[in-house]
């Protein structure tokens, strides 16, 4: 039986992945690290007899420096996180994908796509990833479809620093045409979604409360 593979997000958005899949009386096989020393490639191979046809790959960060404050170390490490840890790991399970039809999803932020101050590592990284998904998508067609998910803000640990300073948080809020932040049970819903549907493929698909594409109504 063919197994889904969750990579990273242990506490957020990885552990509702596995809590929906799982009520669906799937296998799942969910990693991350325990420690900021691990190295989650070698995790994932310790796997890859497994039966893999669905990936999840959860892994990111926020990192928000200025312009000046930004290294080319942090850059270098994020664009680590956000692409390279997913492209070897999906080469681990590239067989298995091919083998069962499968599915990729990764995860981006509107940063790629909308200017934030202080986004520019993440803003650059993302970008990687909306442009790798489209490659990708081209190479496994028409046995795997691969996809992105484009996200707004969400609570999870990795923006715990921004929701425990309450004027981020309410600077972060008042940016939202829908008035709260992104909830990871709906961004699990739709990546399950997307996991199962041949008709999507090479998308980056948004959730966001509109912020990308809706200017909020001021009040009067």
């Known amino acids: 039986m063919s197994k889904s593979l969750i990579v990273g997000s242990s506490e957020g958005l990885g552990s509702h992945l596995k809590k929906k899949i799982e009520s669906t009386n799937q296998d799942v096989i969910h990693i991350f690290r325990e420690n900021k020393s691990d190295n989650i490639i070698e995790i994932a191979k310790n796997y890859k007899s497994e039966n893999i046809s669905k990936i999840f790959c959860c892994l990111g960060n926020i990192n928000l420096k200025s ?97 425990q300073n309450e004027r981020s948080k309410k600077i972060s809020l008042d940016m939202q045409p829908m008035g709260k932040f992104i909830e990871p049970s709906d961004v699990a819903d739709m990546a399950l979604a997307l996991s199962t549907n041949k008709s999507v493929n090479g998308q980056i698909i948004t959730i966001d409360g509109g912020m990308t594409t809706i200017t909020k109504k001021t009040k009067i």
């Not at 999906?90 to 796509?113: D, N, P, Q, V």
């Not at 970008?127 to 990708?136: D, F, K, P, Q, W």
């Open 67 to 163: 312009i000046l404050s930004t290294s080319g170390e942090d850059m270098v490490n994020d664009f680590n996180s956000n692409l390279v840890i997913p492209h070897e790991i999906i080469k681990i399970f590239y067989r298995s994908l091919i083998e069962t039809e499968g599915s990729i999803i990764l995860f981006s932020s509107i940063a790629a796509t909308k200017g934030l101050s202080f986004h520019s590592s993440i803003s650059a990284s993302k970008s990687a990833v909306e442009g790798y998904i489209r490659s990708l998508s081209a190479e496994l067609a028409p046995k795997v479809n691969a996809n992105v998910i484009r996200l707004a803000l969400m609570e999870s640990p990795m923006s715990k620093f921004i929701f």
